[in-house]
């Protein structure tokens, strides 16, 4: 449970805001230099509810998904962010007689989020899981080319992530009008599957677990 409990306070310092600096910096600015109002502490009391619950869970988070079970500590986090900057600007003005204070403070904290949001933000929505686990888009790629079209393709893979990456594609009806995925298990099993959808050129694809490379349809419509 401790572990957990440092992982993910980790992951969310990290996480939070993608500040360089650590996205619980203000809270801790507040939390030692603040005045806290009732307002503050019933929202830092939910903050911390949120971890005591879910540390009763066997698992956490982890590095992959951040501190994923603390989601419903964000609005805490907020709040306690923002009072944390107007105690910084109030430290600010009193102990250096700087003017300013909580424009420069404010012009700070924009600045950090703007670092985050052209460096942070693109890394974590979409370069952290390319392949993630050895899921990818080689069949969607392929299904968006029209190379399919509307055919039954069967796959040969050696690797659940390799298989499961073209079987998400198929719909819950599976009577789409783009191609269908299924696992190529031999030709008694091609034949069953003939069967079931008829009017349906089979393509064969080669997938990533085999070629090394990318997945590549190994023969045409037949």
């Not at 603390?70 to 986090?77: K, Y």
């Not at 424009?103 to 979409?126: C, E, I, K, N, Q």
């Not at 509307?150 to 659940?160: G, I, Q």
């Amino acid at each position: 449970m401790l572990v957990n409990l440092n992982q993910n306070l980790y992951n969310l310092n990290f996480e939070l805001y993608g500040w360089g600096v650590g996205s619980l910096a203000l809270i801790a600015v507040h939390a030692l230099f603040g005045r806290w109002s009732s307002r503050d502490r019933w929202l830092a009391g939910l903050a911390l509810a949120v971890p005591a619950v879910f540390s009763c869970y066997w698992f956490s988070g982890g590095p992959d998904f951040g501190a994923r079970y603390w989601f419903l500590a964000i609005v805490p986090c907020l709040w306690l962010t923002a009072r944390g900057a107007a105690t910084l600007a109030g430290l600010v003005r009193d102990r250096f007689a700087a003017e300013g204070a909580a424009a420069r403070v404010g012009a700070a904290v924009a600045l950090l989020s703007f670092v985050a949001l052209v460096t942070f933000v693109p890394w974590r929505a979409t370069g952290r899981y390319v392949d993630y686990r050895g899921f990818h888009a080689d069949y969607l790629r392929l299904a968006e080319s029209g190379r399919l079209g509307r055919s039954l393709v069967l796959v040969e893979a050696t690797t659940d992530a390799d298989m499961h990456s073209a079987l998400y594609l198929n719909p819950p009806d599976l009577d789409p009008a783009g191609p269908l995925f299924a696992r190529d298990l031999g030709p008694e099993n091609e034949r069953r599957l003939r069967d079931a959808f008829p009017g349906r050129a089979v393509v064969h694809v080669r997938g990533r677990s085999v070629t090394g490379t990318v997945a590549q349809i190994a023969d045409g419509a037949r």
